[in-house]
């Protein structure tokens, strides 16, 4: 990929970000240290920087879970909207694709678990319960709350989120592979139309854009499925 360059190599996996994921650190930054002063930026661009530490540590639990069964993860990028752990392939059964799909929210629900005590003693437990970008023990507090946040959005019954796949593995032990993409990027579909109501209805940009996505992802899914059942009738 072009647009990438390699971070670092851990696990035999490289660690890959895309040029695209410095537009948030410096969005956030320049966009904080305008309305509330340079220290808040400065928190707001590591704080972007920790996100995604999370973020990857989920993209880790899910490839390091696919290399144990069997496929191979050559390397994780980070982009702008997320992080994506290329798969060599996407398992047919379901129980390869639920344990995949499941030990990323899983991951942030223990990692949450674990940064608890250690934040709790060294920031205190207001700021703890107090996020925000005032001061460094709040800004770290955020780091906790993500962890939660991170694995509830990504356990939505829709593609490309953990929830969409999940559901799909559920659904292809009682149906075929074909039907059961079809109903969970239906069900993707509707959540993201519900999205896309309520970020109009809140004036909320960012979920109009993830609303897109969704749709587009579903779809995308759906095809790439179909593509593939098709052609494997067709081919001897
Ligand atoms: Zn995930």
Redesign the pocket.
Same mark, same amino acid.
């Given at each position: 990929m072009a647009q990438a360059f390699r971070l670092f190599r851990i696990f035999e996996i490289d660690i890959k970000i895309h040029v695209s994921f410095f537009l948030l650190p410096l969005f956030f930054g320049f966009f904080y240290s305008a309305h509330y002063g340079w220290a808040v930026g400065l928190r707001a661009a590591c704080l972007v920087f920790l996100v995604f530490a999370c973020i990857l540590a $989920?993209?880790l639990a $899910?490839s390091l879970k696919a290399k144990k069964l069997g496929i191979a993860v050559p390397e994780i990028t980070l982009y702008l909207i997320g992080g994506v752990a290329s798969m060599q392939s996407i398992p047919r059964e379901p129980w390869k694709e639920f344990w995949i799909?499941v030990v990323?929210?899983l991951f942030n629900f223990v990692l949450a678990l674990v940064l608890f005590f250690p934040l709790y003693w060294t920031i205190g437990k207001e700021n703890l319960f107090s996020p925000g970008l005032a001061s460094w023990p709040q800004m770290l507090a955020n780091v906790f709350w993500i962890n939660p946040i991170l694995a509830v959005f990504?356990l939505i019954p829709a593609f490309p989120m953990?929830g969409g796949r999940i559901l799909r593995s559920l659904l292809a032990v009682r149906m075929n592979y074909l039907k059961a993409t079809q109903i969970s990027a239906f069900l993707g579909r509707l959540f993201a139309i519900l999205f896309l109501f309520m970020g109009i209805w809140m004036r909320h940009w960012m979920l109009i854009l993830i609303a897109l996505f969704i749709y587009f992802s579903a779809s995308g899914e759906e095809r790439r499925v179909w593509y593939e059942e098709s052609h494997r009738r067709v081919s001897p």
């Open positions: $989920h993209e $899910h799909s990323g929210p990504n953990d």
